[in-house]
Protein backbone atom coordinates (compact mmCIF):
# COMPACT_ATOMS: atom_id res chain seq x y z
CA UNK A 1 0.00 0.00 0.00
CA UNK A 2 1.07 3.48 -0.07
CA UNK A 3 3.15 5.21 2.39
CA UNK A 4 4.51 8.10 3.28
CA UNK A 5 7.30 8.25 6.81
CA UNK A 6 8.30 11.80 8.64
CA UNK A 7 10.44 11.59 11.34
CA UNK A 8 8.91 9.45 13.75
CA UNK A 9 9.31 11.48 16.84
CA UNK A 10 9.26 15.14 17.69
CA UNK A 11 12.14 17.17 16.97
CA UNK A 12 13.90 19.58 19.79
CA UNK A 13 17.23 22.02 18.07
CA UNK A 14 18.68 24.80 20.31
CA UNK A 15 18.01 28.16 18.47
CA UNK A 16 20.32 28.33 15.60
CA UNK A 17 21.05 25.60 14.60
CA UNK A 18 20.03 23.48 11.29
CA UNK A 19 16.67 21.20 11.25
CA UNK A 20 16.86 18.41 9.21
CA UNK A 21 13.48 16.71 8.46
CA UNK A 22 12.92 13.45 6.60
CA UNK A 23 10.32 11.94 4.28
CA UNK A 24 10.49 8.83 2.90
CA UNK A 25 7.74 7.15 0.71
CA UNK A 26 7.18 4.22 -1.03
CA UNK A 27 4.61 3.23 -4.22
CA UNK A 28 4.83 5.85 -5.56
CA UNK A 29 6.22 8.07 -8.26
CA UNK A 30 5.33 11.45 -7.33
CA UNK A 31 5.77 14.44 -10.08
CA UNK A 32 6.43 17.12 -7.17
CA UNK A 33 6.77 17.01 -3.61
CA UNK A 34 5.66 19.37 -1.57
CA UNK A 35 6.35 20.83 2.20
CA UNK A 36 4.13 22.82 4.14
CA UNK A 37 4.10 24.33 7.92
CA UNK A 38 0.98 23.76 10.12
CA UNK A 39 0.24 25.66 13.32
CA UNK A 40 -2.14 24.47 15.92
CA UNK A 41 -5.50 24.49 15.25
CA UNK A 42 -5.01 26.25 11.18
CA UNK A 43 -4.68 24.68 7.99
CA UNK A 44 -1.00 24.20 6.50
CA UNK A 45 0.91 26.93 4.64
CA UNK A 46 2.64 26.33 1.68
CA UNK A 47 6.46 26.53 1.62
CA UNK A 48 8.12 25.05 -1.32
CA UNK A 49 7.57 22.64 -3.82
CA UNK A 50 10.31 20.45 -6.10
CA UNK A 51 9.81 18.88 -8.91
CA UNK A 52 11.02 14.81 -9.62
CA UNK A 53 14.00 16.51 -12.11
CA UNK A 54 15.30 18.32 -9.70
CA UNK A 55 17.56 17.51 -6.70
CA UNK A 56 17.15 20.74 -4.88
CA UNK A 57 15.47 23.98 -4.21
CA UNK A 58 16.40 26.69 -1.78
CA UNK A 59 14.08 29.56 -0.84
CA UNK A 60 15.74 31.85 2.19
CA UNK A 61 17.05 29.87 5.39
CA UNK A 62 14.58 26.49 3.62
CA UNK A 63 16.65 24.22 1.72
CA UNK A 64 14.70 21.13 0.20
CA UNK A 65 16.33 18.15 -1.95
CA UNK A 66 14.43 15.33 -3.64
CA UNK A 67 16.18 11.86 -4.36
CA UNK A 68 13.43 9.93 -6.77
CA UNK A 69 16.02 6.85 -6.06
CA UNK A 70 16.13 6.93 -2.82
CA UNK A 71 12.55 7.59 -2.31
CA UNK A 72 13.69 10.29 -0.03
CA UNK A 73 13.38 14.35 0.72
CA UNK A 74 15.05 16.26 3.15
CA UNK A 75 14.15 19.57 4.74
CA UNK A 76 16.09 21.78 6.42
CA UNK A 77 15.53 24.98 8.53
CA UNK A 78 18.86 26.65 8.74
CA UNK A 79 19.63 29.65 11.58
CA UNK A 80 16.43 28.18 13.33
CA UNK A 81 14.41 30.44 15.61
CA UNK A 82 11.73 29.90 17.97
CA UNK A 83 8.92 30.90 15.53
CA UNK A 84 9.86 27.81 13.19
CA UNK A 85 8.23 25.76 15.65
CA UNK A 86 5.18 24.07 13.84
CA UNK A 87 4.61 20.72 12.70
CA UNK A 88 6.58 20.19 8.61
CA UNK A 89 4.21 18.10 6.43
CA UNK A 90 5.78 16.20 3.25
CA UNK A 91 3.02 16.01 0.16
CA UNK A 92 3.57 14.14 -2.71
CA UNK A 93 1.40 14.97 -6.03
CA UNK A 94 1.20 11.48 -8.20
CA UNK A 95 0.33 12.35 -11.84
CA UNK A 96 -1.36 9.09 -12.03
CA UNK A 97 -4.87 9.40 -10.89
CA UNK A 98 -4.54 12.70 -9.64
CA UNK A 99 -4.03 12.22 -6.19
CA UNK A 100 -2.62 14.07 -3.35
CA UNK A 101 -0.62 12.17 -0.51
CA UNK A 102 0.21 14.23 2.96
CA UNK A 103 2.87 12.89 5.39
CA UNK A 104 1.97 12.64 9.23
CA UNK A 105 3.95 15.44 10.00
CA UNK A 106 6.94 16.38 12.06
CA UNK A 107 6.65 18.21 14.82
CA UNK A 108 9.82 20.43 15.38
CA UNK A 109 10.53 22.58 18.41
CA UNK A 110 12.98 25.38 18.40
CA UNK A 111 14.77 25.39 21.71
CA UNK A 112 15.79 29.62 22.94
CA UNK B 1 -6.43 39.13 -2.77
CA UNK B 2 -8.81 37.23 -0.36
CA UNK B 3 -7.58 33.91 1.00
CA UNK B 4 -9.75 30.85 0.94
CA UNK B 5 -12.21 30.94 3.78
CA UNK B 6 -14.64 28.25 4.44
CA UNK B 7 -17.85 27.82 6.76
CA UNK B 8 -18.80 27.06 9.19
CA UNK B 9 -16.23 26.97 11.68
CA UNK B 10 -17.53 24.05 13.61
CA UNK B 11 -20.22 21.44 13.37
CA UNK B 12 -21.62 19.25 15.73
CA UNK B 13 -23.86 16.35 13.32
CA UNK B 14 -25.53 12.96 15.26
CA UNK B 15 -24.61 10.11 13.26
CA UNK B 16 -26.54 9.11 10.13
CA UNK B 17 -27.57 12.90 9.34
CA UNK B 18 -26.08 14.39 6.55
CA UNK B 19 -23.66 17.67 6.46
CA UNK B 20 -22.35 20.05 3.49
CA UNK B 21 -19.13 22.14 4.08
CA UNK B 22 -18.14 24.88 2.20
CA UNK B 23 -15.65 26.72 0.82
CA UNK B 24 -14.46 29.40 -1.08
CA UNK B 25 -11.90 29.71 -3.35
CA UNK B 26 -8.86 32.28 -3.22
CA UNK B 27 -9.57 34.94 -6.12
CA UNK B 28 -8.29 33.62 -9.71
CA UNK B 29 -7.68 30.26 -8.70
CA UNK B 30 -9.80 27.18 -10.63
CA UNK B 31 -8.60 24.39 -8.41
CA UNK B 32 -10.09 22.79 -5.75
CA UNK B 33 -9.46 19.91 -2.71
CA UNK B 34 -10.91 18.41 -0.13
CA UNK B 35 -9.04 16.65 2.82
CA UNK B 36 -9.80 15.00 6.13
CA UNK B 37 -7.32 16.02 8.88
CA UNK B 38 -7.91 13.70 12.05
CA UNK B 39 -6.09 14.13 15.29
CA UNK B 40 -2.42 14.08 15.04
CA UNK B 41 -2.35 12.64 11.76
CA UNK B 42 -1.48 14.28 7.96
CA UNK B 43 -4.35 15.75 5.46
CA UNK B 44 -6.35 12.74 4.11
CA UNK B 45 -6.70 13.70 0.27
CA UNK B 46 -10.96 13.13 -0.79
CA UNK B 47 -11.50 15.00 -4.08
CA UNK B 48 -10.01 17.16 -6.07
CA UNK B 49 -12.28 19.44 -8.51
CA UNK B 50 -11.05 21.60 -11.99
CA UNK B 51 -13.12 23.93 -13.83
CA UNK B 52 -16.25 21.93 -12.05
CA UNK B 53 -15.35 18.61 -12.50
CA UNK B 54 -13.70 15.65 -10.20
CA UNK B 55 -9.98 15.89 -11.28
CA UNK B 56 -8.59 12.91 -8.94
CA UNK B 57 -10.25 11.22 -5.70
CA UNK B 58 -8.53 9.83 -2.69
CA UNK B 59 -9.86 6.37 -0.71
CA UNK B 60 -13.00 7.64 -0.06
CA UNK B 61 -16.47 6.16 -0.32
CA UNK B 62 -18.78 7.80 -2.51
CA UNK B 63 -21.05 8.59 0.57
CA UNK B 64 -17.91 11.89 0.28
CA UNK B 65 -18.97 14.12 -2.40
CA UNK B 66 -18.83 17.66 -3.57
CA UNK B 67 -19.29 20.05 -6.19
CA UNK B 68 -17.41 22.88 -7.41
CA UNK B 69 -19.14 26.13 -8.72
CA UNK B 70 -18.81 28.61 -11.62
CA UNK B 71 -17.26 30.76 -9.45
CA UNK B 72 -14.72 27.88 -7.99
CA UNK B 73 -16.51 27.94 -4.94
CA UNK B 74 -17.09 24.70 -3.64
CA UNK B 75 -19.15 22.03 -0.96
CA UNK B 76 -18.29 18.92 0.45
CA UNK B 77 -21.32 16.53 1.31
CA UNK B 78 -21.32 13.56 3.20
CA UNK B 79 -23.93 11.48 3.88
CA UNK B 80 -25.12 8.67 6.63
CA UNK B 81 -22.49 10.60 9.05
CA UNK B 82 -20.24 7.86 11.15
CA UNK B 83 -18.20 8.38 14.30
CA UNK B 84 -15.20 7.96 12.59
CA UNK B 85 -16.37 11.32 10.30
CA UNK B 86 -15.24 13.29 13.39
CA UNK B 87 -12.30 15.57 11.81
CA UNK B 88 -10.80 18.80 10.63
CA UNK B 89 -12.02 19.14 6.99
CA UNK B 90 -9.20 21.22 4.79
CA UNK B 91 -10.46 23.20 1.54
CA UNK B 92 -7.65 24.11 -0.22
CA UNK B 93 -7.56 25.73 -3.72
CA UNK B 94 -4.76 26.68 -6.67
CA UNK B 95 -4.17 27.96 -9.86
CA UNK B 96 -4.19 24.45 -12.03
CA UNK B 97 -3.61 21.20 -10.79
CA UNK B 98 -0.01 20.75 -9.70
CA UNK B 99 0.60 24.39 -8.02
CA UNK B 100 1.45 25.13 -4.48
CA UNK B 101 -2.16 25.44 -2.44
CA UNK B 102 -3.54 27.48 -0.49
CA UNK B 103 -5.75 26.22 2.24
CA UNK B 104 -7.96 27.51 4.21
CA UNK B 105 -8.78 27.21 8.18
CA UNK B 106 -10.81 24.36 8.67
CA UNK B 107 -13.94 23.26 9.54
CA UNK B 108 -14.12 21.47 13.12
CA UNK B 109 -17.02 18.47 12.29
CA UNK B 110 -17.80 15.95 15.39
CA UNK B 111 -20.42 13.28 14.36
CA UNK B 112 -22.15 12.33 18.09
Known amino acids: SQKIEQNSEALNIQEGKTATLTCNYTNYSPAYLQWYRQDPGRGPVFLLL?????KEKRKERLKVTFDTTLKQSLFHITASQPADSATYLCALDIRTGNQFYFGTGTSLTVIP | ETGVTQSPTHLIKTRGQQVTLRCSSQSGHNTVSWYQQALGQGPQFIFQYYREEENGRGNFPPRFSGLQFPNYSSELNVNALELDDSALYLCASSFQVNNEQFFGPGTRLTVL
Open chain 1, 50 to 54: IRENE
